[in-house]
């Protein structure tokens, strides 16, 4: 299965697709996913799980590369590091920043993966007794945690969440068929296309504020790689508490939804920065390499992670597995503890393809350190456009239609403007993802019992979910009280 | 409600959330307002307007929420006004991009996929900065290979125009 050529040249092309996206600061894994997916959309599901896999673990590690030679974060998840990998490189230690990022990455990916073989197939075999009143809670604890750990304001985050929910019901309703917001358009009554709305709200918005602030000309910091690994080995040695907590805390946000490796990597710093004897050198002077050793591998271990609500519940864990269900779903696959019991093939070679995938991280992530000044030097003002020209045939590849470019017009406008008032966009993703699940679930579920709410309450699994929500809709007020208390603490 | 607990403020001025959080109560309003005109489930239960109806409600509180919030942060907002600013270069070419889509909109049936979009791709690449002979490289190239991958091998149906 795995020597299928075709698979061989996806996952090769995915790779060096991802590593170039990745470099690129300001273009995200999420647009690499978006604009990936009108080719996937054409392959069967192995190979099109396998190009996003391979692409995403690419690009996260490709993030750093910027990072440290330039001091722009290549993707969100290399943002919380970016500051140490920098100072780093500038006082002659960027090879070993970079092979500490590198091997870390690895490291986390593999780590990340073995924590979805072990924990998806248990977990699958819990959600087998779920039906649609479980699956109505498991969806609202995944929309009420995506809000909860968006990044900023949340109330913020529960408008874009609102924002994604509300698009999601355009089209035919699922009681009554029943054509809601569709404006007398026939091409709507399918609803909002996923892919191009995707492709909108993170590829056309993001060259559209790439655009509205063109940096200068770049300023690579030069980079010697003469015994780079050595120095790398003996750095992870010394600081290897710092990869496990990393990978804990990257294998545990990674599987939270709405969470991804920007995240993971942001609480990684933070606690490492909290913990650590040496905080004193983070982000400043030389910057320091410990970050980058925890941080940069929990970002990977997220990615992996964020596999295991998506594959088990059908709950997306981060925005590029958001976008990889959604193709999933338009190809007729299923994802939920049926998969499990059914398709043991297809998930095995998600296994391998993940262990693959980071295996191959090790020479072409080499390579890419390699040319990586080389790399950071296409213009922006040539690359844009492109990527362009990319979303308009993408969206339009879907369906050979217009109405799809008129919608990743409207939601790339829409996505610019979200991001530039402060609100996230994962929420929006997951509001579109999981709406119809929600409304889905519970409309089947009180037509069945002819309204008795009750069954959402009583039937045990659901009361432990309802449990589960309220917790996590109660946390960030008891954080509030607990950091209250501290602060009286240390004044009083 | 506190911020993230990892990633730093965002530095968004009290009147973008001012004017986001009223357009958000506004969108939500006519949303609820319009799907009073749904039907009914035979027994008089809610049915297409009842999901809808709970986002427009709460979009609006949640909106609402977020009006309150910035007049208050009002008299502290020279510390957040950190956001830099966009010039009007960077407006115009932002809506170069969104031109360069309108136009293939239009154009695409009548002088098909690999006129409009050469076209198009080029003038944009030199709005923005790049060489004419780097330019006229990248959109041959980048032309050559939709056609290529999405027309020859994806079997996409990519507009002919009159050339077809």
Redesign the interface.
């Known amino acids: 299965m795995l020597a299928d050529p075709t698979l061989v040249v996806v996952v090769l092309a995915s790779a060096v697709y991802g590593l170039f996206i990745g470099a690129i600061p300001g273009l995200s894994a999420t647009l690499a996913t978006a604009l990936l997916v009108?080719?996937v959309f054409?392959l069967d599901p192995l190979p099109a799980i396998a190009a996003v896999i391979t692409m995403s673990a690419m690009a996260i590690f490709a993030g750093d590369l910027p990072s440290a030679l330039v001091r722009m974060p290549g993707t969100p998840a290399s943002a919380?590091y970016t500051e140490d990998a920098y100072l780093q490189t500038r006082a002659g230690h960027g090879a070993r920043a970079l092979g500490v990022a590198l091997l870390g990455s690895v490291i986390g990916g593999v780590v990340g993966a073995v924590v979805l073989m072990v924990a998806a197939p248990l977990l699958a075999e819990f959600a087998l007794q779920f039906t649609s009143y479980e699956y109505f809670w498991v969806a609202v604890l995944g929309l009420t945690a995506s809000v909860i750990?968006?990044?900023?304001?949340?109330?913020?985050g529960?408008?874009s969440l609102?924002?994604g929910?509300?698009l999601a019901?355009v089209g035919i309703?699922i009681?009554?068929g029943?054509a809601?917001?569709t404006f007398g358009s026939t091409d709507l009554l399918q609803g909002i296309s996923f892919i191009p709305a995707m492709i909108g709200l993170f590829g056309?918005s993001e060259?559209?504020r790439n655009?509205?602030?063109?940096g200068g000309p770049v300023r690579v910091a030069r980079l010697r790689t003469q015994g780079m690994f050595g120095e790398t080995l003996r750095t992870l040695r010394r600081y290897w508490r710092r990869l496990v907590s990393g990978n804990v805390i990257g294998s545990t946000v990674g599987a939270l939804p709405g969470a991804g490796g920007?995240?993971a990597a942001?609480?990684s710093?933070?606690a490492t920065k909290n913990t650590s004897r040496e905080r004193h050198l983070f982000g400043k002077g030389e910057g320091h390499v410990e970050p980058i050793v925890s941080a940069g591998s929990a970002n990977n271990a997220a990615l992996a992670s964020a596999y295991v609500p998506t594959l088990v519940f059908g709950i997306p864990g981060d925005t590029i597995t958001a976008i990889l269900l959604g193709v999933l779903l338009v190809q007729g696959v299923q994802p939920g503890p049926e998969l499990f019991a059914n398709d043991a093939p297809l998930l095995y070679g998600v296994y391998l393809i993940f262990i693959i995938a980071n295996l191959l991280l090790v020479p072409l992530g080499y390579l890419a350190i390699k040319g990586s000044s080389w790399l950071l030097r296409v213009?922006?003002?040539?690359l844009?456009?492109?990527i362009?020209?990319?979303?308009?045939?993408g969206s339009?590849?879907i369906n050979?239609g217009?109405l799809e470019?008129?919608i990743?017009?409207a939601l790339?406008?829409l996505g610019?403007l979200l991001e530039?008032?402060?609100?996230p966009l994962a929420p929006v993703v997951l509001g579109l993802v999981l709406?119809p699940i929600?409304?889905k679930n519970?409309?089947q579920s009180?037509?069945k019992t002819n309204?008795d709410l009750t069954q959402f309450l009583t039937r045990p699994v659901s009361a432990a979910l309802v449990l589960l929500t309220a917790l996590v809709l109660a946390y960030?007020?008891l954080?509030?009280l607990v950091?209250r208390r501290r602060t009286v603490d240390a004044s009083g | 409600?506190?911020?993230?607990?990892?990633?730093p403020?965002?530095g968004?001025p009290w009147r973008?959330?001012l004017?986001?959080g009223l357009l958000?109560a506004a969108?939500?309003a006519a949303?609820v307002l319009?799907?009073r005109t749904?039907?009914e489930?035979p027994d008089g239960?809610p049915?297409?307007a009842?999901?809808?109806g709970i986002?427009?409600t709460?979009?609006v509180v949640?909106?609402l929420?977020?009006v309150v919030?910035a007049v208050r942060a009002r008299g502290r907002a020279t510390a957040e006004a950190a956001a830099?600013g966009?010039t009007a270069q960077?407006?115009w070419?932002?809506l170069?991009?969104?031109g360069?889509?309108?136009a293939?909109?239009l154009l695409?049936e009548v002088l098909g996929?690999a006129v409009t979009?050469g076209v198009l791709?080029f003038l944009?690449?030199w709005l923005?900065?790049?060489r004419p002979l780097?330019?006229a490289i990248?959109t041959a190239v980048?032309?050559g290979f939709?056609v290529l991958?999405?027309g020859e091998l994806?079997l996409?149906?990519?507009p002919r125009g009159f050339l077809g």
């Open positions: 009108p080719f054409f919380a750990i968006s990044a900023g304001s949340q109330v913020k529960a408008i609102l924002i929910l509300l019901t309703d009681a009554l029943y809601r917001f056309l060259v559209l655009v509205m602030r063109p920007d995240i942001w609480v710093y933070a213009p922006g003002s040539v844009m456009p492109v362009v020209a990319f979303c308009v045939v339009f590849s050979n217009y470019i008129v990743m017009l790339g406008v610019y530039r008032g402060g609100f709406g929600v409304e519970f409309m009180v037509i309204w960030p007020l954080r509030g950091r | 409600m506190t911020s993230g607990p990892t990633a403020a965002t968004v973008h959330d004017v986001g958000a969108l939500g949303v319009h799907v749904f039907p489930l239960q049915g297409p009842l999901f809808p986002v427009g709460l979009l949640f909106g929420v977020l919030r830099p966009v960077g407006r070419r932002a170069a991009v969104l360069l889509v309108v293939y909109l695409a996929f979009m791709l944009l690449m923005l900065g790049a780097v330019a990248a980048t032309v939709i991958v999405f994806l996409v149906p990519l």
